[in-house]
């Protein structure tokens, strides 16, 4: 079984696509009229982008406690160049530098509500 798609809802789809296509590589697939958008990466996974206008709603979604998505880098090198490329986004909110991280090294950020994490994958070397 595949992972096909996550679907996060956020108050402004536009600034979500810049960040999800600007700094994490993802390509928009479609815009609709800045209340809907659907990117993809290289890993045949689809980010559905959806704006709480959409769900009747002002107020910024709540996201459970924790619930964060995640993007892994090749090396702590990467962690730091991503690190440095966001900083330079308006809007966004670090916890701190990118630092060891359980059994890993990395950040986390905010966009919105939404929680973001960056780390090296600490699984890479038990993968064949």
Partial sequence: ???????LVVKDVDKAVHLFAHC????????????MAVLANNENFALVIWG?????KEELPEYPE???????????ESVWNIYRKLR?????KFEAEP???RNTFGFY??????????????FKENQQ
């Fill in 66 to 76: 924790n619930f964060h998505i995640g993007f892994y880098q090749q090396d702590e």
């Fill in 88 to 92: 330079q986004e308006e809007g966004l």
């Fill in 24 to 35: 994490f590589g993802f390509n928009l697939i479609v815009n609709r009229k800045s209340k």
């Fill in 1 to 7: 079984m595949v992972l096909n798609h996550i679907n």
């Fill in 52 to 56: 709480q206008v959409l769900n009747k």
């Fill in 109 to 122: 950020l905010n966009f919105e509500n939404l929680m973001i994490e960056i780390s090296v994958n600490p």
């Fill in 99 to 101: 630092k060891l991280i």
